[in-house]
């Protein structure tokens, strides 16, 4: 692939210099200046000329991805009133007074458990989703695209579905669970699962899991397609059982697909809105919480706050994507 | 190959935090059109849905008075967005907060938008400002001009489910909050819930007032000093904890909104609950209760009822950036004719915010005791600080009943008095 480019574009630089060649036979007085300048401003024009094609993208990353940054570093330094007039500077204000919430330290080691959980839960339920779909069976197919509802359907459908699907009093998951025995009656604490921080906690990772599985299985799904059948044949003919197989064979090729998969995967959970905020808005208090519900609860009062709470998520991130990979060190597995 | 991986990695992850950073301002619509005054325009209208489903939405009640107000003044358009009372006020905050302003909003209104000078006063908007009520004058005023115009009203009371309180052996409605803690005993062991206490964010500030009122106390007093911590207050958020540890109420009110408790009220599930007669259509809708079987009476205070309640107006805002000011006057003239404002009461069982519809609703048996209870209705603070103190309590103030009422209404006493 590479070399294939760099060849290509090395007869291209050979190439053009052969039609430019009759310019030397120009006359005496315009032949000095430009016989000189000519090939400069050509290999500046050719330097350039990948900018041709990587230049609307820089600009959409500049422009789409850039800009919002410093906006929102800029924002985070800026004393704001909450109908967004600038009142002027606030200095570190706005970190300090982020920094003084009560709440903050609960919210960030929510997120962490929230973000590890949810996609160490997918990751493993994927793993097992994808090598059940890689075999053949009848309805595969049919199979397959059921897999992909929870993905198509928009995320705030599914949460308020499992919302009220967990009314205390009527909802259908709790009717379920006293009909088996496991609930003793309906509209009490125990019915109440989205009351109770921690329950509430619990089943919303579950929801979680749930919208992020149909995006793992297929991209594990397809890594498992790129492993050649004759590895297993082979393994097969050399007595390896089947766990065996799994552990040497399977998993390492499918290392890279794992590893964009969860990488993928943090980034989403770690930023996940829609299930939490319609799923219990964050509360009671801010007990179900999760950096971003609580930067979106600031925001309605304090938008300099809500700014620097968005910094420290973004640091965050990028902290954890930078961890990710040294710890999985992509380079070799993905060269 | 490797690098771009990496920068691509980068890439992604800073744009889908950037992405779900935009999220929250996603309902923003694109900003109105300028016109020359007195001109054709099209105005922003942006209301509070009244409804209790597509059939009676309140977008459909505007569009009424829209069509017919287009016919007479062509150059005149209105494109009218109806949000449901959940999202109401975050949902204007951030259309504000990003300078897409709307010409006019009907629902919640805050003291802010007049500081920042984003309105017209009530005089620049309307030919007849003095057919308002009076009695909610003051709180849409800011420095002794009015800037929130009152468009619907309402006054609160217990409602009480009749049927529950016959099978349970209960003679009279509640009168203190002794009554309402053995008559909620009486009914938890029918199966229901005894007392619906909504604490979640949606309205958490009006059922936290109404309580606080039954033990004199309140969020500011008489004089505007903010009292939100007061002695009395944290005895009421006490009382209140005592009722849910009893397992009286609903499980964790930290968690439960308004509408889905009047839902269960209007469901049978539930004895007693504070309403507006905005429950009355919903209870309509849901079919299980008849009119025979319920009742509302004056809210019980701590050793006797109410002697004041809440009364509750929903203003109108119009709004200056986008220079509309003659537009929005015509529009508003006209909206506010006695005929509308009846319809409107009429549709969601609210009460008219003008004397001239008062006056033409005085004699009706449902509406005359509610708007007999209004002039003298307490009413929430209007100071520029509410709105953080609204939106701050609306996500604490239920903690009160699981944790330490004294430092959650520490809190946001404190906020009060940080100021906004």
């Known amino acids: 692939m590479t070399d294939q480019l760099t060849g290509g574009s090395s007869t291209g630089a050979v190439d053009s210099p052969a039609p430019s060649r009759p310019s030397d036979n120009a006359p005496a007085g315009a032949a000095g200046p430009s016989g000189r300048t000519g090939p400069l401003a050509r290999r500046i024009g050719q330097s350039l000329s990948p900018l041709l094609w990587v230049g609307p993208a820089v600009a959409l990353i500049a422009v789409v991805v850039l800009w919002p940054v410093v906006v929102m570093v800029h924002t985070s330094i800026q004393h704001i009133s909450p109908d967004g007039f600038v009142l002027g500077s606030a200095g570190g204000g706005n970190y300090g007074d982020l920094f003084s919430e009560p709440a903050l330290k609960g919210v960030l080691i929510r997120t962490v458990i929230w973000t590890v959980a949810v996609v160490v839960v997918t990751m493993v339920l994927s793993l097992a989703a994808a090598q059940l779909f890689n075999q053949r069976f009848p309805g595969r197919r049919v199979a397959r695209w059921a897999l992909i509802m929870p993905w198509a359907a928009s995320v705030m459908m599914t949460a308020l579905i499992f919302r009220w699907s967990l009314n205390a009093s009527s909802g259908v998951i709790n009717v379920f669970l006293r009909d088996v025995g496991l609930l003793h009656r309906l509209g009490t604490n125990q019915a109440d699962w989205l009351g109770r921080p921690t329950a509430a906690l619990v089943w919303m990772m579950g929801v979680a899991v749930f919208v992020s599985l149909p995006f793992s299985t297929y991209a594990l799904l397809a890594g498992l397609q790129t492993i050649p059948a004759e590895l297993y044949e082979a393994a097969r003919v050399d007595g390896a059982g089947t766990w065996r197989i799994y552990r040497s064979i399977t998993l390492p090729l499918l290392r890279p697909a794992i590893i964009v998969a969860t990488l993928i995967n943090v980034i989403n959970v770690f930023n996940s809105f829609p299930i939490i905020w319609e799923m219990t808005r964050g509360g009671p208090g801010y007990s179900t919480s999760t950096t971003t519900p609580f930067m979106f609860i600031l925001k309605q009062s304090y938008i300099g706050e809500s700014a620097a709470m968005s910094v420290l998520n973004f640091g965050l991130v990028i902290v954890v994507v930078l961890l990710f990979l040294r710890l999985t060190r992509w380079k070799e597995q993905m060269g | 190959m490797r690098r771009s991986l990496i920068g691509a990695a980068a890439v992604a992850a800073v744009g889908s935090l950037v992405l779900s950073g935009c999220g929250g301002s996603s309902g923003g619509g694109g900003g109105s059109s300028k016109g020359a005054s007195g001109g054709a325009a099209t105005l922003k209208l942006v209301v509070a849905d009244y409804g209790t489903g597509p059939q009676n939405t309140s977008s459909k009640y505007w569009k009424g008075i829209i069509s017919a107000f287009h016919t007479k003044n062509p150059s005149i358009s209105v494109n009218v967005t109806a949000i449901n009372w959940n999202d109401f006020d975050n949902q204007v905050q951030t259309l504000i907060q990003n300078h897409q302003y709307p010409d006019i909003t009907e629902g919640d209104y805050f003291q802010n938008y007049a500081q920042e000078g984003l309105l017209y006063s009530a005089q620049d908007a309307l030919s007849k400002p003095g057919n308002l009520l009076q009695a909610f004058k003051a709180q849409g005023s800011y420095k002794g001009t009015q800037y929130g115009m009152p468009f619907t009203t309402s006054s ?265």
């Open chain 2, 156 to 420: 609160r009371t217990l409602f009480y489910n009749k049927k529950l309180f016959q099978q349970a052996g209960i003679s009279s409605p509640p009168q203190t909050w002794a009554d309402i803690k053995a008559d909620a005993a009486k009914i938890t062991k029918l199966g229901k819930v005894g007392y619906g206490l909504p604490l979640g964010p949606e309205e958490a500030q009006a059922e936290t007032l109404l309580w606080f009122l039954g033990n004199n106390g309140g969020y500011q007093t008489s004089s505007g000093k903010w009292e939100i911590n007061s002695p009395q207050n944290v005895q009421t958020m006490q009382f209140l904890q005592s009722l849910v540890k009893a397992g009286l109420t609903e499980p964790h009110p930290g968690t439960k909104n308004r509408t889905d408790l009047w839902q269960d009220f209007a469901a049978g599930k539930i004895g007693m609950i504070n309403g507006s007669p905005a429950l009355i259509p919903i209870m309509q809708k849901a079919g299980v209760l008849k009119t025979s079987d319920w009742a509302s009476v004056s809210i019980p205070g701590k050793s006797g009822p109410l002697s004041t309640t809440l009364g509750v107006c929903d203003n109108v805002a119009a709004f200056k950036p986008n220079g509309h000011q003659a537009q929005i006057k015509k529009f508003l003239d006209f909206a506010y004719q006695d005929k509308y404002q009846l319809q409107f009461d009429k549709e969601y069982d609210l009460l008219p915010a003008t004397t001239s519809a008062a006056k033409a609703l005085s004699s009706d048996p449902i509406f005359a005791p509610f708007l007999k209870a209004l002039p003298n209705a307490r009413q929430y603070p209007s100071d520029t600080v509410w709105a953080n103190v609204k939106s701050q309590l609306q996500h604490t103030v239920g903690t009160a009943i699981t944790g330490n009422p004294k430092s959650v209404l520490d809190t946001l006493q404190q906020t009060a008095e940080k100021g906004a």
